[in-house]
């Protein structure tokens, strides 16, 4: 075996100790999440105004999440050494500034609304790549290409309307926050280890 694999590895070991430390977060937030994703397919034919009120919601809850993890968490969890804020604080400022946008304006266009989600989808999805395979959490990265792949269809084919664009949201928030529910799980039965890391 390569000692020079060793240092990376044990790196790798003490960030998934780390993310464990927080594991009942990361199944809140995908309650949250599969419960939005409920919401949002029992009632499918809301009006505009409710559609942006509830997208902006699901935005700024998966932000505030997103930031809480972010600032209650060890640095190593971030994936950075000292002091720095790493990607999930990106990933949560850029859901914040997504809701306010969408609260902001809303007499835009669907085709607008449409838009900004695909953005905000595939920026979110690559700051989740980013942290899977920092942390080598293939649950993480699973998350994070369906968000990608869902941005990249949304802005290529933007025309489906509000109701095609609510249920993809909620498709997104449904298996993103199955996801989530696992590696909480499976990160619980790390943080419950008595081995030491």
């Known amino acids: 075996m390569s000692t020079a694999a060793l240092p990376a590895s044990d790196g790798r070991f003490r960030m998934i100790r780390a993310l464990a430390s927080g594991w009942w977060l990361l199944l809140l937030r995908g309650v949250v999440a599969v419960l939005f994703g409920l919401f949002a397919f029992l009632v499918p034919g809301l009006g505009l105004a409710v559609i942006l009120g509830t997208l902006a919601a699901w935005l700024a809850i998966d932000g505030a999440f997103t930031l809480w993890q972010a600032f209650t968490g060890r640095p190593a969890m971030l994936g950075v050494r000292r002091g720095g804020t790493g990607w999930l604080v990106v990933e949560g400022i850029v859901s914040l500034i997504a809701a306010a ?12 609304l449409v838009l900004l989600v695909a953005g905000w989808s595939i920026a979110a999805g690559v700051f989740r790549l980013v942290l899977a395979w920092r942390s080598g959490s293939w649950l993480l990265a699973l998350w994070g290409v369906i968000s990608v792949v869902i941005g990249f269809w949304l802005a290529a084919a933007p025309g489906p309307g509000l109701l095609a664009l609510i ?5 997104q928030a449904v298996a993103g926050g199955v996801l989530l529910i696992g590696l909480g799980f499976r990160l619980r039965r790390v943080h419950n280890d008595p081995t030491p890391g």
């Open 167 to 171: 249920w993809l949201v909620a498709i």
């Open 101 to 112: 946008v969408l609260l902001m304006m809303p007499i835009a266009s669907a085709i607008v």
